[in-house]
């Protein structure tokens, strides 16, 4: 694949430009003063084609992890059928600023879950966060790709209901487990390995309620992007019964 190849996928122009709006965003005087902002205005500020900054959350840097992903993975899933699933833990609804979660502990239950319950297939997926605007929460989930057998996806309906089963929070719609045909596979695993926040806002039409994805601001913003960068890349990306590459090592840009 050519590197500007893939629909819905950003040029390295659009990488620059919108690396050029996060640091213009973090530099902005009307968010309350953080240190750790500052530390990562410091740190996207001074990546360099010899020596990127690997950060989820510097544009140009993603781009090429992306890019890697992509071409790796296209390969991988180009021979049989698979299905992209998301799993939704509802007892990890986040109110406050993400201060206390713990995504290596949050990856190793969802793990440990899938490996109890038998599933042998092998599974590549991304962790996301979202924040949902009528309920002021994040809410942690997984995207996955697995293999499409009756099997796996039963196991999977399993581990997100038990997962699920002690979740209390009134005024919350739970959707734990949602299972899409992986139609548009360059399409589908870019917006997959996005690494990016987003806010979850929701709305009526002709009665009935839809949600829709939209950019995060202020202060929730900087959070999404402080935590983004501590994570890292390699934490991000969820395999289970897979070897990958560590993408990051390879990050080595020529432009
Ligand atoms: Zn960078």
Not at 46 to 75: F, M
Request: proline share 4%; charged share 25%; net charge positive.
């Amino acid at each position: 694949m050519k590197k500007n190849q893939g629909s819905n996928f950003e040029s390295i122009l659009t990488a620059k430009e919108n690396k050029a709006n996060t640091l213009k965003f973090l530099h902005k005087k009307s968010l309350p003063y953080s240190k750790i902002r500052y530390k990562l205005l410091n740190k996207l500020k001074s990546c360099y084609p010899t020596e990127p900054c690997c950060s989820p959350s510097c544009h140009i840097c993603k781009r090429e992890i992306r890019l890697s992903i992509l071409t790796y993975l296209k390969d991988y899933f180009s021979n049989s059928n698979y299905l992209m699933v998301t799993i939704i833990d509802y007892n990890y609804l986040i109110d406050d600023d993400l201060k206390y979660f713990n995504l290596k502990k949050y990856q190793n239950n969802f793990y440990h879950r899938i490996r109890n319950i038998g599933i042998n297939s092998q599974i590549i997926g991304c962790f996301e966060l979202d924040y949902h605007q009528d309920i002021n929460a994040w809410l942690p989930h997984f995207h996955l790709i697995i293999p499409d057998n009756t099997e796996t996806i039963e196991y999977l309906r399993t581990v997100a209901r038990n997962i699920n089963k002690h979740s209390i929070r009134n005024g919350v719609r739970k959707r734990p487990i949602l299972v899409q045909k992986l139609s548009n596979p360059i399409k589908q695993i870019s917006y997959l390995f996005k690494f990016m926040p987003q806010m979850v806002i929701s709305y009526v039409y002709k009665g009935k309620r839809y949600t829709r994805k939209i950019s995060l601001k202020g202060e929730q913003k900087v959070i999404a992007l402080v935590k983004f960068d501590r994570f890292g890349f390699n934490n991000l990306i969820f395999k289970y019964g897979i070897r990958l590459p560590n993408f990051t090592k390879n990050l080595n840009r020529k432009s």
